[in-house]
């Protein structure tokens, strides 16, 4: 945990003790109503919300420090129920138990905080559904344990039955993660804490990843974590290791670099590239997985930071491949000499190699990117587009490649389909003209597929 920077920390004490000599909490003290509460809550909650979110947007390592001092008994408890709710979901989940993969500390912390609150009435109104989902995802006995540290009776009544029957199913579990996520998507929050000795490689790595994807897809100021990453790729210990390799590659790839900072990171990479055993193999296994990973975007601004690190003079099949690639971003993908380019450089590889299914999940970055930013009244766009699929389906003739491209156009021919209602309007006769041959001539679907596709549903006669 990173020590929270001092203007920080003068800003809480300021507003701690302007929380405790308050008109409002005296009011509150005296007449113990709820609605003297929630006055104190509306003045001064959006006040700490603005603190949180300044650290939270350029010194992200310290959020764990400032919650740590909201925990404090002169802030009353203010703000805890949407920490605690941060705490569930900054745990690191094994998606196939729907578990923490470790157990999770800070949500203890907080949670005990407001159990022993003096609002703790107050506060129980708020924090239920991030009580479910914390000991949802915590094993029985961790639970349990948590439950025991409370030493009033009516609050264990209360955790207990926070323990729901139905979140034993991991179903139930799945559903309920995925609906609580939706609640703080708007929310920046995430947090991680940088490993110091090769022992915490393993532990800290995944939530160290999942850190720095969330900063670099929410655009955020990450000059702070800069200087973090630098200790972590010149750590003699950690050169070989493959976490290592993995944040090497995550830093070349999303952070915008220059001068000394890209400087040392390629004096860095490139030495682990001579110097680890199997590096090619290894750096292609973990770029593909970026590629296919749902939640990462690997497009042609990251294949051109990377390629800024590399060397270039050293003469391997990744030299190669960001030549090529730098060759295909710079003229495009619609360009015969690009496309002549990548058919030349396939056939040097076996078609399901590594380095193939890269340059393969590239070309079709740049498909998928245009086709689901079209809107509706885009679709001749889609008509263009299509005539460089059988260009690109010879060149790769891989059919996981050719059912993507089926997959995404069908994607956004539904879209078109449920706007153009019409089927005399001239928009409608345009796309199902469209589909019935380039569809049927890629293979796409079968004649009698298209015919279902556009035949009209008969509406059923209401029966007396």
Same mark, same amino acid.
């Given at each position: ?239 070989? #290791? ?21 400087? #040392?990171?390629?004096? #860095? ?21 970026? #590629? ?173």
């Amino acid at each position: 945990m990173q020590a929270l920077a001092e203007t920080y920390k003068t800003q809480l004490e300021a507003l701690g003790s302007e929380i405790q000599e308050s008109e409002e909490l005296k009011a509150y003290l005296e007449e113990e109503e709820e609605e003297q509460y929630m006055q104190l809550k509306e003045l001064f909650e959006p006040r700490i919300a603005l603190v949180y979110d300044e650290v939270a947007g350029a010194l992200p390592l310290q959020l764990i420090a400032l919650e740590t001092i909201l925990l404090q008994p002169e802030f009353e408890g203010l703000y805890l129920p949407k920490i605690l709710g941060f705490t569930v979901l900054r745990g690191e989940v094994d998606m196939a138990r729907m578990k923490y993969t470790r157990t999770q500390e800070h949500f203890k912390n907080v949670l005990l905080a407001i159990c022993n609150s003096a609002n703790f009435d107050l506060l129980r109104k708020r924090i239920g559904q991030s009580i479910q989902m914390g000991f949802a995802l915590s094993s029985d006995i961790w639970v349990t344990n948590l439950i025991n540290e409370v030493d009033n009776k009516r609050v264990r009544y209360f955790l207990q039955g926070q323990k729901l029957d139905r979140y034993r199913v991991i179903d139930e579990r799945i559903k309920g993660y995925q609906r609580y996520q939706r609640q703080f998507r708007s929310e920046n929050f995430m947090s991680a804490k940088f490993p110091e000795v090769v022992s915490d490689l393993k532990t800290l790595y995944s939530p160290l990843k999942r850190f720095l994807l969330y900063r670099v897809e929410g655009k955020y100021d990450n000059s702070s974590i800069i200087p973090h990453l630098r200790s972590f790729v010149e750590h003699k210990d950690f050169k070989g #290791h493959r976490e290592h390799l993995e944040v090497i590659v995550l830093f070349a790839s999303f952070f915008d670099l220059e001068g000394d900072d890209l400087d #040392h990171l390629r004096k #860095h990479f490139n030495e682990v590239r001579k110097s680890m055993d199997d590096f090619q193999r290894q750096y292609l296994e973990y770029l593909l997985q970026l #590629h296919l990973d749902d939640d990462v975007l690997i497009q042609p601004d990251e294949d051109k930071r990377m390629s800024a690190v590399m060397d270039h003079k050293v003469k391997d099949d990744l030299s190669k491949y960001y030549d090529l690639l730098d060759e295909v971003h710079s003229k495009g993908y619609t360009a015969d000499e690009a496309q002549e380019a990548i058919k030349a450089f396939y056939g040097q590889y076996q078609g399901l190699s590594n380095i193939n299914e890269c340059l393969r999940q590239t070309i079709y970055g740049y498909f998928k990117r245009l086709i689901r930013n079209l809107e509706v009244t885009d679709y001749p766009e889609l008509f263009e587009i299509s005539k460089l699929y059988p260009v690109y389906m010879n060149i790769f003739a891989n059919q996981q490649f050719s059912q993507q491209l089926k997959e995404l156009s069908l994607e956004y021919i539904g879209k078109l389909l449920k706007h153009y209602t019409d089927k005399r309007g001239k928009d409608y006769q345009d796309i199902k003209k469209f589909v019935a041959t380039t569809f049927q001539d890629l293979d796409f679907l079968k004649e009698k597929e298209i015919v279902e596709m556009f035949k009209t549903r008969r509406k059923r006669k209401k029966t007396s």
